[in-house]
């Protein structure tokens, strides 16, 4: 039986996704780092470091949903750096649920860029990806200490 | 549908509208050229526009209500309260006269118990959840141009539904 045909090329849907997986491998290694920055700082820094469980699990199976769409358009899958420059070196536990909260920002935008390119399934899946990055940013930013009015967004991504 | 595609359409059906009442002066059946031009048929981006701006205008003043009755809870309330009036002004199409925002009337009462605080939130967070829900909906359906909008505000009423969950208890 013949395999089934990928998609029709869709250049601006695979450009706009492999702009948003670029992003979600750099959260990969942020969550990771986060999680490796948080574990000194246990006991009081539990809570945070589900925080930092979260992102990185949530962001590793974006990153492989990712991989698969872009294949599944006849695209390449851009590759994970082998490291990546941290916006900030902070070490203490406020810095480190800001750096969380920080790579949602930056993960939000490029799904914001990416939702008007997409359509069906694709754009279902950046949609919910944009929500959990809302959530998840702002969990981080309430865990710093910050209030509601300032941990929220209101156009989370825009 | 292609951005400058629904103006067009509405600019040559507004010339054909003044042409056809320039050739009807005189008529004595022109009573039909003074009333109202028919206004275009609204797109689906628009409809999904309406849609979204009702749950936000149903939003407001169920906020509006907590507000004025717990202040306890007043500064969160606020805050998401203006995210919900600032989803208002990005989804009103530009026009200087569409700007509503509602605002409650409420006299705060005597008593407050913890047990209503809690059952105004849990409807607060459900309002918003079923806000959420219908966003998402929306946001697969609309244009290239309105659906990152759409998928913005979803992910906002997610968040502020997680925001005020804990306050529930």
């Known amino acids: 039986m013949p395999a089934q045909d990928p998609r029709p090329p869709d250049p601006a849907a695979v450009w706009r996704l492999s702009d948003l997986l670029a992003m979600e491998h750099a959260a990969v290694y942020v969550a990771a780092a986060a999680g490796g920055e948080l574990a000194a700082l246990r006991p009081v820094a539990e809570s945070a470091r589900v925080l930092a469980q979260n992102a990185f699990t949530a962001h590793r199976e974006l990153r492989d949903r990712l991989v698969a769409e872009i294949l599944d358009r006849g695209g390449t899958a851009p590759p994970a750096q082998a490291a990546y420059r941290l916006p900030a070196v902070s070490t203490d536990l406020a810095g480190v649920l800001l750096l969380l909260a920080d790579i949602e920002d930056r993960c939000s935008a490029a799904a914001y860029d990416a939702i008007g390119d997409l359509t069906g399934n694709g754009r279902a899946l950046v949609t919910d990806a944009l929500a959990g990055m809302a959530v998840r940013g702002q969990q981080a930013r309430i865990a710093a200490g910050q209030p509601a009015g300032q941990a929220a967004r209101a156009l989370p991504g825009a | ?169």
Request: hydrophobic fraction near 50%; aromatic fraction near 2%.
């Open chain 2, 1 to 169: 549908m292609v951005p400058g595609q629904g103006s067009s359409r509405r600019v040559v059906l507004g010339t054909l509208s003044l042409a056809a009442t320039n050739a009807l002066v005189g008529c004595s059946w022109t009573r039909a050229a003074r009333e109202p031009a028919a206004t275009p048929a609204a797109t689906a981006d628009d409809i999904l526009r309406g849609s979204a701006l009702e749950s936000e205008h149903a939003l407001l003043v169920a906020y509006d209500r907590a507000i004025a009755v717990y202040p306890s809870i007043a500064a969160t309330l606020r805050a998401v309260r203006a995210h919900h009036a600032e989803h208002v002004s990005r989804l009103v199409p530009v026009t200087p006269t569409a700007t509503v925002t509602p605002t409650a009337t409420v006299t705060p009462t005597a008593t407050v118990t913890a047990d209503a605080v809690q059952v105004t939130v849990a409807g607060l967070v459900k309002l918003e959840r079923a806000a959420a829900t219908s966003l998402r909906t929306q946001c697969l359906a609309a244009s290239a141009s309105l659906a990152p909008l759409l998928a913005s505000i979803h992910a906002a009423e997610t968040a502020h539904a997680d925001l005020l969950a804990p306050l529930v208890g």
